[in-house]
């Protein structure tokens, strides 16, 4: 009886056993259902980048971006300092509406409803929303320096919004959000710290893998288009360069690794101007007489 007692213990842990490896195969199902997902989601929602014609992944009409930039833009302007008039506005706005127009003689028309506003304060920063919303910080105008300057810097903002780049990103999240959950189900039966170390290191890969590289693409991404768009409205394309020289001394060593950024370094950006910059000067001498 012993025997057959130890016997049935034996059979009842082997087939424990068995069970838990039938679980781990079924738990594999979500990451194969992500992927079946994946692949069609990403092929089914492709638009090409103008310019570029890089293959893009965009899952909203532009009606839904214009919609999101918006509300996004009123938030933001509620809580900064902007500044409603005079004559740096007016400075800001006549190159806004010279870009956009280069970028409607390339064929670039989103329909976009454009705006640009100049907010007052120390940072050296700006941005573009989706649908057309640009914003000028107060503490960017030394380092674009000049007028040319300036257009350097709104023609690669002007650039983000007609590549779509933040409906992109979006959906890029997206699809890293739905991977997460997937793998979430599939680590579902280790012990806590399993859990936490196996889900860190799919994040830090999806950061650094993922998300960073993408990121940095989109900035080279909006530099080209911006430099064309810049050079078409009759803008030297000559000061790109430069302001990213300035751009570098005002940070002194202070940025961070590329690796560990979302935009290209300051040395990577001047080494991509000159490599673009022949093209720039044919379109200059072209249109600009």
């Not at 500044?83 to 064929?107: H, K, M, T």
């Not at 409803?113 to 050296?124: G, K, L």
């Not at 080494?271 to 200059?284: H, I, K, L, S």
């Amino acid at each position: 009886m012993a025997r057959i007692g130890y016997g049935g213990r034996r059979q009842s842990y082997g087939y424990r056993r068995r069970r838990r490896g039938l679980g781990w195969k079924w738990r594999l199902i979500p990451i194969g259902l992500f992927a079946l997902y994946g692949l069609w989601y990403y092929f089914s929602n492709q638009e090409q980048v103008p310019m570029t014609s890089r293959k893009q992944l965009v899952d909203i009409s532009r009606e839904q971006e214009m919609a999101l930039g918006y509300q996004s833009y009123q938030q933001i302007l509620s809580q900064e300092r902007v500044i409603p008039s005079g004559e740096l506005v007016d400075q800001v706005r006549s190159i806004g509406n010279r870009i956009a127009a280069a970028a409607r003689e390339y064929g670039h028309d989103p329909g976009f409803d454009w705006a640009y506003n100049v907010i007052e304060s120390p940072q050296a920063n700006a941005f573009a929303l989706p649908g057309g919303k640009v914003a000028i910080y107060t503490g960017m105008l030394p380092i674009a320096g000049n007028m040319d300057g300036l257009a350097v810097v709104m023609g690669h903002e002007i650039a983000h919004a007609t590549a779509r780049h933040g409906a992109e990103r979006m959906a890029y999240q997206k699809l890293v959000r739905l991977g997460s959950m997937a793998a979430s189900l599939v680590v579902g039966d280790m012990g806590y710290n399993a859990q936490r170390m196996v889900m860190g290191a799919l994040g830090a890969g999806a950061q650094y893998g993922v998300l960073l590289p993408f990121s940095r693409n989109h900035e080279s991404e909006a530099d080209y288009i911006g430099l064309m768009y810049m050079a078409r409205a009759c803008f030297d394309p000559a000061e790109a360069p430069k302001v990213w020289e300035r751009m570098g001394e005002l940070k002194d060593g202070q940025e961070p690794n590329e690796f560990q950024s979302t935009h290209p370094s300051n040395e990577t950006r001047i080494q991509q101007f000159g490599q673009w910059m022949d093209e720039a000067q044919d379109v200059y001498s072209k249109h600009c007489k």
